[in-house]
């Protein structure tokens, strides 16, 4: 994993999480790092790495969710020359690429039971076997591990072994979503933007327009730091104007009217929790719960309708005839609705 971390936030919770990383990395000690994906648990891997007494050795990482179960404990432990149909010749494995140095597994809880169990003994016992030898080998490698499960929940179902878990978890770190990091999605909207605007060789940064930033605030960001990565990079190098604030942004690139429908042989999909719709556009209808807190129905109205406007408007580059066709209305009607809402004003 050849990366230089680069940690981007202000939040409490974000912090707190990262000073975490720093105090653990100089133990040879086990660590677990739980998060959703796009929280950034591989930079944290390697804080730990990097901060610690082996950063001078390398940084081995597997994902053991990318490799089908037959090949993971191979890719493990590796496995000497006809130990298997293919093994033509011997092949250390990722502990032995690791040693003195730190092996960090992605998707830990992926692993089948067989691996889990062989991984326990390289844990407790600093040694492995490669596939076809009755040989141990030695190694000293310090193991971090990143999840999105809930391992002990897994551990209690049967499904991950507990002693396994216990020997992993001497420290556990548990990086916040995005959607709880307070103020942290305008920094890095500007940092990713601004790196964006610089690759695309922009003069200068013109930033996001008001109604821009509000929406990329209140978006819930179930693919997290990732997730907004992608959205405020597309954003940016669909914008033609670098002198004027970018004015649209997209939360889901496969939305388009062209869309293929779905084919009638196929079953529609599970209606997605109510936090997932309430995510996924700007403009969709209000939940229940915000419903609850209207006092001012014409207030509230024309604000969701201002916000309609002013969200066509920045996608249609302040194009009004193609916003008023987009919206149906005249381009009369579209003229009365962004004096009505002092729009004109607010685009400079």
């Not at 690429?97 to 600093?126: I, P």
């Not at 049967?158 to 020997?167: E, Y």
């Not at 405020?232 to 690139?253: C, T």
């Amino acid at each position: 994993m050849e990366r230089s971390s680069q940690f981007v936030g202000q939040s409490g919770a974000f912090l707190d999480a990262v000073e975490r990383a720093s105090r653990a990395a100089p133990m040879s000690r086990p660590v677990l790092v739980i998060g959703e994906r796009g929280t950034g648990k591989e930079l944290i891997a390697e804080r730990l790495h990097r901060l610690s007494s082996r950063w001078g050795e390398p940084l081995v990482t597997m994902n053991c969710a990318a490799l089908p179960e037959t090949l993971i404990e191979a890719e493990l432990f590796g496995h000497e020359a006809g130990a298997f149909t293919g093994a033509t010749k011997t092949r250390v494995g990722r502990f032995e690429e690791a040693d003195k140095g730190t092996l960090f597994l992605d998707e830990l809880g992926t692993l089948s039971m067989g691996a889990q169990e062989r991984l326990l003994r390289a844990v407790e016992y600093g040694e492995v076997t490669r596939i076809g030898s009755s040989r141990p080998i030695q190694v000293d490698v310090r193991i971090v591990a990143a999840t999105n499960e809930d391992l002990p929940a897994l551990a209690k179902s049967g499904d991950f072994r507990a002693d396994l878990l216990d020997r992993l978890s001497f420290e556990v770190i548990t990086l916040p979503p995005l959607r709880v990091r307070e103020g942290d999605v305008g920094v890095l909207a500007e940092y990713f933007g601004r790196r964006m605007g610089s690759e695309l060789g922009w003069e200068a940064w013109p930033g996001f327009a008001g109604h821009v930033a509000q929406q990329l605030d209140k978006y819930a960001w179930p693919g997290n730091v990732r997730e907004l990565r992608n959205v405020v990079e597309r954003a940016v190098y669909r914008w033609d104007n670098w002198g004027e604030p970018i004015a649209h942004v997209q939360f889901d690139p496969f939305d388009s009217p062209w869309k293929p429908l779905t084919p009638s042989h196929r079953k529609p999909t599970a209606a997605a929790p109510a936090s997932d719709q309430a995510a996924t556009s700007p403009n969709e209808v209000s939940s229940s719960a915000q419903l609850d807190t209207v006092d001012d129905l014409r207030g509230a109205v024309d604000a969701h309708e201002r916000s309609i406007v002013e969200h066509a408007l920045g996608k249609h580059r302040w194009n009004q005839r193609q916003t008023a066709k987009a919206l149906g209305l005249s381009y009369d009607q579209l003229r009365h609705c962004i004096k009505k809402h002092g729009l004109i004003e607010s685009s400079d």
